[in-house]
């Protein structure tokens, strides 16, 4: 049910970012949806599977509408909220992401958390990460790290005895 919800979602703020064409008129719309998905995830409890569906799916709408806004905002001289919406959508995959990694932490699958961390930065390619979320990031990976097994250290035999 979900994930029907999201791509009528979806469907609507492609037609809202197609009708724009780099105005601000549907930027509040797209917000709106954006907040909607923070707020409505998977349960925790949920497996990596369901979590890795609706996270790629909304990590590809992210894309696709950071990809589009940036296109109108060139194509304008770079004005009008069009840049601010295409780093709403930067700020939006960032955040995704470490939330994924938050809930393969408490399913401990700790490389799968480790991996998808070590992704923020194909995506922060051409632009910088807010405080905020490198701060989050880093956290979640501390954490990671924390509550790994231990990894025994090889030694090279010369330990002086």
């Excluded at 807010?130 to 501390?142: N, P, R, Y």
Aim: aromatic share 10%.
């Amino acid at each position: 049910l979900q994930q029907y919800v999201e791509l009528s979602e979806s469907c609507v703020m492609l037609s809202e970012v197609q009708n724009t064409q780099g105005r601000s008129a549907g930027i509040p719309g797209i917000r709106n949806t954006f907040r909607c998905w923070r707020e409505r995830q998977p349960n925790v409890w949920e497996g990596i599977a369901v979590w890795n569906d609706v996270l790629t799916w909304r990590n590809h709408m992210f894309a696709h509408i950071n990809n589009h806004l940036q296109v109108h905002t060139k194509q304008d001289g770079g004005g009008g909220s069009g840049g601010s919406a295409a780093h709403l959508g930067f700020k939006e995959m960032a955040w995704t992401v470490v939330r994924f990694a938050h809930v393969a932490r408490k399913h401990r699958l700790f490389e799968v958390c480790l991996n998808s961390i070590n992704k923020l930065h194909a995506f922060h390619m051409g632009s910088t990460i807010d405080t905020e979320d490198a701060f989050v990031k880093v956290c979640e990976q501390f954490k990671c790290y924390l509550e790994r097994p231990t990894v025994p250290v090889l030694t090279t035999g010369d330990d002086g005895s």
